[in-house]
């Protein structure tokens, strides 16, 4: 089991990290959804209750997405303004760090 747990940390990590390199130095929203990663259909929204109704249960995917960008934030290789783990992470950046493990180091931040 660990080892599955590790692969698919690997997988959702690379396409955090591939798409925060696209965007980079602009600030991201990311969700399950915008990673081509699989999401559950959620339902219906009830205000009285505050609960999805007749939604699917959480994907593999879905259930790994937040604790990986938790992970990467907290190990200094993204920086986040806000998380929500229902509707995404917003203003996502790649860090120093994060460009260092991607090997796209830019000149300006280079000693001279």
């Known amino acids: 089991m660990r080892e599955q ?8 990590t690379e396409k955090v990290l591939n798409y925060l390199k696209m965007s980079f130095p602009i ?3 990311i969700g ?12 219906e929204y009830d205000p009285v209750t505050g609960d999805q109704t007749e939604g699917e249960p959480a994907t593999e995917d879905e259930k790994f997405f937040g ?27 790649l860090t120093e760090k994060g460009l260092d493990i991607l090997g796209m180091k830019p000149f300006s931040l280079s000693r001279r």
Do not use: M, R
């Open 5 to 12: 747990n590790l692969v698919k940390f690997d997988e959702v």
């Open 67 to 93: 604790p990986v960008i938790e992970w990467l934030y907290l190990s200094g290789y993204i920086h986040a303004k806000k998380s929500s783990h229902q509707s995404g992470f917003f203003g996502l950046v």
């Open 27 to 29: 600030p991201a929203t």
């Open 32 to 43: 399950p959804g915008s990673l081509n990663l699989a999401v559950s259909e959620k339902g």
